[in-house]
């Protein structure tokens, strides 16, 4: 099961799932909101509860801090991958660990657009979406991305982790993207070395290393799925 982050969405996963498909896997691409994390987490959580059998739940940028609270309790969830993603310890928050370590550009990238509740739906600015959130994508389809882009609000960027978060009981795999100017290379390795994943880093690789790179990261979820599923 995919769960993208913000300034994405599903179809940015579409060469990662025919490549799944191709290697005899079912695929779930859930829906991931972006309106708060508690939430966002909750509506994956009952995607979760509806699937049969042994899961490999795997979770881009943002979407690692909804896989974190949304796999807990939930037996059939066997790994959990994270792609360039936030793991969040409880009462941390993606907009904190963004900022914990130098070389991220988020704060500089994001144009703001307030919504009529008094929130804000924040994007990447599409003039620096090729730069600084998908450098080694071509720029021609970087454009695209730009351009479908779904915003997160706020609130779900900077509300904390609440509650028991998966990757302690749950084996789980970060696939580090090494020139990252969303997440810094530093806050992935920190949040991966504490939560003992096994790791992969790829140099060269963007904040967008499930579109780049999909063949690496097919063999990355893969790797998870034949070391925990038995």
């Given at each position: 099961?995919?769960?993208h ?13 025919e ?18 994390l508690?939430?966002?987490a909750?509506?994956?959580k ?7 059998g042994?899961?490999v ?6 979407g690692g ?13 066997k ?8 793991v969040?310890?409880?009462?941390e ?5 963004a ?30 979406y090729h730069a ?12 695209l ?5 779904r915003?997160a ?16 009981t749950i084996?789980n795999?970060?696939l ?5 100017r969303?997440?810094?290379p ?33 063999d ?11």
């Amino acid at each position: 099961m995919l769960v993208h982050g913000a300034f994405a969405d599903s179809s940015g996963f579409n060469a990662v799932i025919e490549r799944l498909l191709a290697r005899g896997y079912p695929v779930v691409a859930a829906p991931n909101p972006l309106r708060g994390l508690t939430s966002d987490a909750a509506q994956v959580k009952a995607v979760l509860d509806h699937i049969d059998g042994p899961i490999v739940l795997v979770g881009h940028s943002y979407g690692g801090a909804v896989i974190s609270a949304a796999a807990t309790g939930n037996a059939n969830v066997k790994a959990l991958v994270y792609l360039a993603a936030f793991v969040p310890e409880t009462g941390e928050s993606a907009q904190q660990l963004a900022g914990q370590f130098p070389g991220s550009t988020v704060g500089e990238s994001l144009l703001p657009v307030p919504l009529p509740d008094g929130q804000v739906d924040l994007y990447i600015n599409p003039k620096v979406y090729h730069a600084n959130f998908a450098a080694d994508v071509p720029a021609r389809d970087a454009a695209l991305y730009a351009i479908t882009q779904r915003p997160a609000t706020g609130a779900a960027l900077g509300e904390p982790a609440a509650g028991p978060q998966a990757w302690h009981t749950i084996p789980n795999y970060n696939l580090i993207s090494g020139a990252d100017r969303i997440i810094p290379p530093a806050a992935q390795e920190f949040m991966a070395r504490r939560a003992g994943a096994k790791v992969q880093v790829v140099r060269g690789a963007s904040h967008l290393i499930f579109v780049s790179q999909p063949r690496t990261t097919v063999d990355f979820i893969e790797r998870a799925a034949r070391e925990t599923v038995s």
